[in-house]
């Protein structure tokens, strides 16, 4: 079937689009975005639909990303379509703590969705392929997931304002070039999807043109076909884990400060069947956490072996930020306030690092490794539960802490120095979670906010001689249970 009708077929299938609708389409001028918008605009007549390009310039690849965008521009003048260009200056998006690629993900997508609320879209259309579900079922796979993570890339997706619509889920990437030639559109290539550093990568370059050649020749319409069929059942377990809430006594209730509580009944969440249960602790869990985090199997069964006891009281930290309290077998899931010791506590304590070695803090539920190397080992991107340090500009020993009044930072990337208090407050960090968030430190200095910011002063140079190399493992973010 022609690509344009298979296109048809989709937007059909799902009632991706109303007629009328006005559609962003994002587009980057790889081949998939660039065939998803040639295909939409000739479809558009069908529906009546309005299209409205949009493309970031991330600032990653100097002239490459400028041609990326160049070549955009020309793709909207020949489909004589509107086009909206963020331009992001270089080494912005590496200043934001987290890993590069999700905080690409995460600035692309505010953008979008400050463009479609400007210009009143109700969808939003990405150009996910077949190939990209195959990869996510195989990455989610290997980490572990359940049925929700293995149901895959969803074709349609309501946001709070618009839905995301992937139009191309049902064509391969060889269909997608090859409509590519045929209409001379001559999409722009990403050396950085051709690298083996992330996962998706080594999956897309390595694992399936083996597992292709070796085992299955259609082992891409598979994997999709396997997250179809887990996308329907897991919708189904989803309903019956709404209902089974019902029977646990669930209840909910917001406190003045605005954040969520969840109280569950112990006995009646053990008396539901086990992939019922963990289903409504996830769902608990979640509303307190907020955002899209999902506790993994670990934390899940951690949860259901507490609520088993039904005498005296218990408490444990879950990730997120989130405190489970058992009280004579009622669950409550609420914020934070403290761990075993109060947060004043802990506060006032000091926890120093082996000068080379791994350190365990308990109390935070952290490993530190440090070691201490020659400056040629700096790489040239830190990741970002790392800080590497010049050993001779620190002012004192390696120790780790929470934050106290005064503590301030001269940040990578900013001028002067800013309080500690107001980057967290910038950066968004839930405030149950700002007072046991580590610190390391020399001395009184804060020299880094592991996954948050680093301070500059302390920072390798081109006269560094020795660096101190820093590794905070913390408690893992896992993926989804069942």
């Known amino acids: 079937m022609p690509l344009l009708d298979k296109v048809r077929a989709e937007l059909l299938r799902h009632s991706m689009v109303q007629r009328g609708d006005r559609v962003v389409v994002a587009v980057s001028g790889g081949p998939d975005s660039v065939a998803l918008a040639h295909v939409l605009h000739r479809l558009a007549p069908e529906w009546d639909l309005s299209l409205h390009l949009f493309h970031m310039e991330h600032g990653l690849r100097g002239a490459a990303s400028q041609a990326d965008a160049a070549y955009v521009a020309r793709l909207a003048g020949r489909l004589s379509l509107p086009l909206t260009t963020v331009v992001l200056q270089p080494g912005e998006l590496e200043r934001e703590p987290g890993s590069l690629e999700a905080n690409a993900r995460k600035r692309r997508y505010a953008e979008i969705r400050r463009l479609a609320a400007t210009i009143g879209a109700q969808r939003v259309a990405t150009g996910h392929t077949r190939n990209d579900q195959a990869e996510t079922v195989l990455m989610r796979l290997l980490r572990g997931s359940g049925t929700t993570g293995l149901a895959g890339i969803p074709p349609v997706r309501a946001e709070d304002r618009f839905t995301i619509i992937r139009p191309l889920l049902g064509c391969t990437r060889t269909e997608i070039e090859e409509y590519c030639q045929i209409h001379e559109l001559d999409p722009r290539l990403d050396t950085s999807n051709l690298q083996h550093d992330f996962l998706r990568n080594r999956i897309r370059h390595e694992l399936l043109p083996y597992l ?24 189904l377990l989803t309903e019956l884990a709404l209902e089974a809430r019902t029977r646990c006594g669930w209840r909910e209730e917001q406190t003045p400060s605005g954040e969520r509580v969840v109280e569950l009944d112990g006995p009646a969440l053990l008396r539901q069947p086990l992939a019922l249960a963990r289903r409504v602790v996830r769902m608990a869990v979640q509303q307190v956490a907020g955002g899209e985090y999902a506790p993994g199997l670990p934390t899940v069964s951690r949860v259901l072996d507490l ?95 929470l934050r106290r009044p005064g503590d ?29 968030l580590p610190l390391v430190v020399a001395a009184e ?18 006269a560094t001689r020795t660096v101190v190399r820093v590794v905070v493992v913390r408690e893992p973010q896992e993926v989804s249970a069942e």
């Open 212 to 235: 292709s050649e070796h085992y299955n020749g259609a082992v891409v319409d598979n994997l999709a076909q396997v997250a179809e069929l887990l996308r329907e059942e897991d919708r």
């Open 307 to 401: 609520a088993a006891r039904s005498q005296g009281s218990h408490q444990a930290h879950l990730p997120q930020g989130v405190c489970l309290t058992v009280t004579y077998g009622r669950c409550r899931f609420a914020r934070a306030g403290g761990g075993p010791s109060t947060a004043t506590d802990l506060a006032q304590k000091l926890w120093p690092l082996a000068p080379e070695g791994e350190t365990a803090i308990a109390e935070l539920g952290l490993r530190v490794l440090t070691e201490v190397l020659p400056a040629s080992a700096v790489p040239a991107r830190e990741p970002a539960n790392e800080g590497w340090f010049d050993r001779d500009l620190l002012p004192g020993p390696l120790a780790v802490r």
């Open 408 to 436: 301030r930072l001269w940040p990578v990337g900013m001028e002067g120095s800013k309080k500690l208090q107001d980057i967290l407050v910038d950066a968004k960090v839930p405030r149950a979670q700002r007072d046991r």
């Open 445 to 462: 200095e804060v020299v880094w906010v592991p996954g948050l910011r680093r301070d500059r002063r302390f920072r390798p140079n081109a």
